[in-house]
């Protein structure tokens, strides 16, 4: 269905059009708040089959950081260093910012 059916009135249509040019913003705030409930999760879970959180695990830590990474680029830092230590610290390092 098309939200013109809905959309019959001028204040509807002036706050869909407000909505509307804030939509990226919306979305951009969307992705970070899930990208930081991600490692929270993985600081804080922990199964039974592991006696540690999942954020021990080396699999999980490299999507943490590339994560991190992400969020750095999303702040304008282009092109920021990919080697396995900085991937590695930058994991450890959100993980200890979500454990406090």
């Keep these: 269905m098309s939200k013109e ?12 059009d407000k909505l509307s040019k804030l939509e990226n913003t919306i979305r951009g705030s969307a992705e970070l ?6 490692v929270k999760f993985a600081v804080v879970y922990s199964p039974n089959s592991i006696q540690e959180n999942i954020s021990e695990l080396p699999n999980v830590q490299n999507h943490i950081a590339h994560i991190d990474l992400e969020l750095m680029s999303e702040a304008g ?7 396995d ?14 454990s406090k």
């Design 5 to 16: 059916l809905f959309i019959t009135t001028d204040l509807q249509r002036k706050w869909m």
């Design 77 to 83: 830092l282009h092109n920021p260093p990919m080697d």
């Design 33 to 38: 708040t899930d990208k930081l409930a991600a």
């Design 85 to 98: 230590m900085v991937i590695s610290k930058l994991a450890h390092s959100a993980i200890e910012d979500m």
